[in-house]
C-alpha cells in the first residue's frame, strides 16, 4: 500500500494563476483533510470530507476549494493563486469511527506564490 | 472551541538529556481524544501516541512517556536519554467526540537535540 500520496511535491506559482493539488490514498478511508502548514502556525485546517461526494469548511477555507468526486482522491483547488498561500500543505486521511482513529499523512507540497 | 497551547517554540538540548514538551488544552467536551505528532527534518508528520479523556494512565514506550493530568488538562512528552536522531518539531493535536471530525493541532515545539 501505498498509503497517503500528494502530487506534485513542489511547484512555483505566479499571482493569480491556478493550480490542483491531489491528495490521493488507498487505505479505503472515508475521511480527507486538507492542511497547510506554516512557520510557527502549526497545522491549520483548509477543507475536510467525511465521504465521497461531501466537503466541509475547515478553519482557514478562503481561497481554496475542494472536491471528493472518489473516495480515494481529495482534490485542493486554489483559483487564483496569492503570496499569502505560499505554504506547505498536507493531506491526510483516516477511517470511519470516532476521532480517536488516528489520521494518516501525506508527504506534503511545497507551494511557492510569487 | 478547542483549544492546544504549546508555550514552547522551541528547546535546544544536548544528547543524553531527558526533556519534556509541554502540551495544554482546552475543550469543553468530556470526551476528548489527544494525539502527539513527530515532524522530523524529512519533513513528514509521523503519529506517535494517542490518548482518550477516560484513560489517564501514563504511557512508557521506551525512551518516550507520556503524562496526562486532566486536572491541569495538560498532556506532556518526555524523551529520555535524547538523541540526536529525536531532532524534529513536535506536534499536540485534540480531537473531540460528538460530531467534530477535526483535529486541533497545537503550534508545534522544535527539538534540537544537539551531539
Known amino acids: 500500500n501505498a498509503g497517503v500520496t500528494q502530487t506534485p511535491k513542489f511547484r512555483v506559482l505566479k499571482t493569480g494563476q491556478s493550480m490542483t493539488l491531489l491528495c490521493a490514498q488507498d487505505?479505503?478511508?472515508?475521511?480527507m483533510y486538507w492542511y497547510r502548514q506554516d512557520p510557527g502556525m502549526g497545522l491549520r485546517l483548509i477543507h475536510y470530507s467525511v465521504g465521497e461526494g461531501t466537503t466541509a469548511k475547515g478553519e482557514v477555507p478562503d481561497g481554496y476549494n475542494v472536491s471528493r468526486l472518489k473516495k480515494q482522491n481529495f482534490l485542493l483547488g486554489l483559483e487564483s493563486a496569492a503570496p499569502s498561500q505560499t505554504s506547505v500543505y498536507f493531506c491526510?486521511?483516516?477511517?470511519?469511527?470516532?476521532?480517536?482513529?488516528?489520521?494518516?499523512f501525506g508527504p506534503g507540497t511545497r507551494l511557492t506564490v510569487l | 472551541a478547542q483549544k492546544v497551547t504549546q508555550a514552547q517554540t522551541e528547546i535546544s538540548v544536548v544528547e543524553k538529556e531527558d526533556v519534556t514538551l509541554d502540551c495544554v488544552y482546552e475543550?469543553?467536551?468530556?470526551?476528548?481524544?489527544l494525539f502527539w505528532y513527530k515532524q522530523p527534518p524529512s519533513g513528514e508528520l509521523v503519529f506517535l501516541i494517542r490518548?482518550?479523556?477516560?484513560?489517564?494512565q501514563n504511557e512508557i514506550s521506551g525512551r518516550y512517556s507520556w503524562n496526562f493530568q486532566k486536572s491541569t488538562s495538560s498532556f506532556n512528552f518526555t524523551i529520555t536519554a535524547s538523541q540526536v536522531v529525536d531532532s524534529a518539531v513536535y506536534f499536540c493535536?485534540?480531537?473531540?467526540?460528538?460530531?467534530?471530525?477535526?483535529?486541533?493541532f497545537g503550534k508545534g515545539t522544535k527539538l534540537t537535540v544537539n551531539p
Open positions: 493535536a485534540l480531537g473531540a467526540q460528538g460530531g467534530s471530525e477535526k483535529l486541533v
Open positions: 475543550t469543553r467536551d468530556t470526551t476528548y481524544y
Open positions: 490518548r482518550n479523556s477516560f484513560d489517564e
Open positions: 491526510a486521511s483516516r477511517p470511519q469511527g470516532s476521532i480517536y482513529n488516528e489520521q494518516f
Open positions: 487505505m479505503n478511508h472515508e475521511y
